[in-house]
């Protein structure tokens, strides 16, 4: 997803890696600066995040840790706005959340994954057909929500997508769901008529949360777009769509910062289960290369039982997440569909993603370097990573037929991501991996 900038970042690190001179520094800045354009970050946000950087990195010393904490602070900050993460529900319910954006820009399909996320969360989820401009739309999404057993509202004999809306609340609230999606129609550009329908069932609705879907390979159009929808209709958040494309990533990163609203989730395929929150921190330690545990324990979480999933959980929870557990969630990723947006949050792996075409966890060298790792230690190491001493490193390098530098490499990242994800899953009350989501979701910074 973000593999060239992760590769450009590790490059630009390296720049101060061994030296504090201001000419290093310009270097590194420069690497930085010239990949964040390339990925098609804003040029403004480049610029701002490039001069904050520099600033914060000449107080703390030009180095490779004061160059490295600010880079992660600062996207942090550029990754965050104002407003909700994740889901976020309504003191009340049902939550309704309005799906608005361009033609063919993913709402649909972004509806029923939504609808699949939230289900999986226990919530119960009905999905309302609003586009009635399009002949099919309705078809399509009687289609996915049929395969995937999500609870559909549509009106074949109604003309009107208001009065369907209205119906669809009356329906949600009788059935005591916990959340209502509504489906609407885009058109290929924005145009007035468009914009009354949504204005319109905006206010019929008052929607807790108005999602603007937008398709992450137009780039900056899809900011453009996004600011013109806003000053008609107030989105509380921006969905980015077909990440799993030749997106060059960058649209993500400078989305919040330009537009002031969060971006709550990516699509990155065109499965039901292709949606991730878009969580800053995260997202941060991916770009840095160092993985998402966490993240990808979710993931694999529809594929392990429940009982598995909870004691993973538990573990990670006491910072006891150990190499057996870390081979079992290279066997569970096996099960899942499009892999190569889960590698990066491998840690170690990372440097892969953008290297691969289509991922063979069973035919593919780094994994096959991690795993001859992880045999090359004893039961006991398996168990207590902290155990790895020097001499062991070295005798576990011997074992894998590996440099010591390679271990050292892996094992590091591998204690920085087992770090982050307790860090996440750091809240009391959490029975298992999916309240463990559903805690993030509730996450909230005050406007
Ligand atoms: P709508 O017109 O906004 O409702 O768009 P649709 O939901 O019908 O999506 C348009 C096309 O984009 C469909 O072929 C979807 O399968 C595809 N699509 C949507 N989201 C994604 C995604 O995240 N990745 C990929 N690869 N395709 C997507
Ligand atoms: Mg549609």
Redesign the pocket.
């Known amino acids: 997803m973000f593999e060239a900038l992760t590769d450009s970042f590790k490059s630009a690190i390296n720049k101060v890696r061994f030296a504090d001179d201001e000419k290093s520094l310009q270097k590194a800045l420069d690497t930085l600066k010239k990949s964040l354009l390339k990925a098609d970050v804003h040029h403004k946000v480049v610029k701002d995040l490039v001069k904050t950087i520099e600033i914060e990195t000449k107080q703390g010393g030009i180095g490779k840790d004061s160059f490295l904490k600010s880079m992660k602070d600062n996207l942090t900050d550029i990754l965050t706005a104002p407003g909700n993460q994740g889901f976020v529900y309504a003191s009340k319910p049902p939550t309704i959340a309005l ?1 608005c ?13 939504l609808a699949h996320y939230l289900k999986r969360k226990q919530k119960k989820v009905l999905v309302a057909a609003c ?1 009635l401009q ?1 002949l099919a ?1 309705v078809e ?1 999404l009687k289609q996915l929500c049929t395969q995937n057993e999500i609870d559909l509202f549509f009106d074949d004999n109604e003309k009107n997508p208001i009065k369907i809306a209205n119906s669809a609340l009356k329906r949600a609230k009788d059935g005591l769901y916990d959340v209502l999606l509504i ?1 609407t129609a ?1 058109r290929l550009a924005i145009d007035e008529e468009l914009m009354e329908e949504l204005v319109e069932i905006s206010k019929t609705l008052t929607p807790d949360e108005v999602f603007y ?1 937008a ?2 390979l137009t780039g900056q159009d899809a900011v453009r777009s996004a600011s013109t929808f806003n000053t008609l209709m107030d989105i509380t958040g921006v969905i980015l ?5 030749d997106s060059k990533g960058g649209v993500a990163l400078g989305i919040a910062k330009q537009l002031s609203i969060a971006l709550r989730f ?5 499965k039901v289960a ?2 991730e929150p878009f969580l800053p921190e995260r997202i941060v330690s991916r770009l840095m290369g160092e993985g998402d545990l966490i993240t990808l324990a979710e993931k694999t979480a529809d594929v392990i039982d429940e009982k598995q999933a909870k004691k993973l959980t538990s573990k990670i929870k006491k910072g006891q997440f150990n190499f057996n557990d870390f081979l079992d969630q290279i066997e569970s990723m096996k099960k899942l569909g499009n892999l190569k947006s889960l590698v990066g949050m491998i840690p170690g792996m990372s440097g892969m993603a953008g290297k691969l075409k289509d991922m063979d966890l069973d035919n593919n060298s780094e994994v096959a370097s991690i795993k001859a790792m992880i045999s090359s230690m004893t039961k006991k190491e398996r168990e207590k990573p902290e155990l790895l001493n020097n001499a062991r490193k070295k005798r576990i390098a011997g074992g894998a037929g590996l440099s010591q530098l390679e271990v050292n490499r892996f094992l590091k990242q591998f204690k920085n991501a087992a770090k982050m994800a307790k860090k996440f899953s750091g809240k009391n009350g959490m029975k298992d991996l999916q309240n463990l989501m559903s805690q993030q979701d509730r996450m909230q910074i005050p406007r």
């Open positions: 799906m954006g361009l033609q063919g820009s993913g709402k649909t399909t972004t509806t029923v994954k586009d399009r739309a399509q489906d885009g879907v398709d992450s769509t077909k990440y799993d494309g990516i699509g990155t395929g065109e292709d949606l």
